[in-house]
């Protein structure tokens, strides 16, 4: 007599169900961030999970449903690196250069939330209906909040100069986002590739570096900060930056 194969227990059926929905949730990020929204397929989405379609829409009720449960993954590691950043085991000054770090790191390294985002900001300009407002108020709002705190907090202590905290982010944070946005143009008047690791790691030394000499009122200690907090979070590894020249 021949014994019947044993059914899933409750938990492996769970187990399947939650790896079929990352597997798709991790397909569709990729779509979402090389296509757009209205460029993504749900068939590509669903043939690069090793999923049939149906089973997107039984995990995620609409295309858009899963556009908004992309951008939650994917901003969920940058969200939570950038909040650590902030940790008030640090000093103010020091959570500032630690901040300005883990985002010229997000840049170099979080290529599909980098894609996303800057997807929907051109969607929100647009007034198109779309996951930036959620996204600012869930995540970015509460990180600018922190980031201003922790200005404030320098400055009452006396480690940080009298200056406006909104201008601190701005320079931090535009700082970087200029050097790889205008990249590919400042490139036609530089001798050397602006994308070579070497020069990725001297950019990112010297971003640090000024804003240690720039916000502290003790220049001296500003510099050994900047090359502490340097040593601490070495340049993560990068293979290949040219594809932002296309």
């Known amino acids: 007599m ?19 929905r990352k597997a798709i949730l991790h397909a569709a990020i990729a779509e979402f961030s090389a296509h757009g929204l209205s460029g993504a397929r749900t068939e590509a989405i669903a043939e690069s ?7 997107l829409y039984y995990y995620f009720k609409s295309k858009k449903d899963l556009y908004v449960a992309a951008i939650d993954e994917v901003s969920a590691k940058v969200v939570a690196d950038a909040l650590a950043a902030l940790d008030p085991a640090y000093s103010p000054g020091e959570r500032l250069l630690r901040s300005a770090l883990n985002h010229f790191d997000r840049i170099l390294t979080q290529r599909e939330f980098q894609s996303l985002l800057q997807q929907e ?43 406006d905290p909104l ?25 050397f590739d602006l994308f070579d690791a070497n020069v990725l790691r001297l950019r ?12 502290f009122t003790d220049r001296a200690r500003g510099a050994q900060l900047a090359s502490r907090v340097l040593l601490e ?5 990068v293979k290949d930056f040219t594809f932002r020249r296309k």
Not at 3 to 9: E, I, L, M, Q, S
Not at 148 to 157: F, L, R, T, W
Not at 207 to 213: K, S, Y
């Open 167 to 191: 201008q601190v982010m701005y320079s931090i944070f535009g700082a970087n986002v200029f050097y790889f946005m205008s990249a590919p143009m400042v490139q036609l008047a530089m001798p």
């Open 233 to 237: 979070q070495p340049m993560p590894p």
């Open 49 to 55: 999970a090793g999923a049939n379609k149906a089973l």
């Open 2 to 20: 021949k014994t019947r194969p044993a059914k899933p227990d409750q938990n492996e059926r769970k187990d399947r169900a939650e790896q079929t």
């Open 121 to 163: 900001m051109v969607r929100f300009q647009r007034e198109e209906s779309g996951s930036i407002s959620h996204f600012f108020q869930n995540a970015f709002s509460p990180f600018m909040r922190k980031l201003q705190d922790a200005v404030q907090e320098g400055m009452n202590s006396g480690e940080l100069c009298e200056m």
């Open 204 to 215: 990112r030394e010297a971003a640090v570096n000024f804003l240690g000499q720039a916000l």
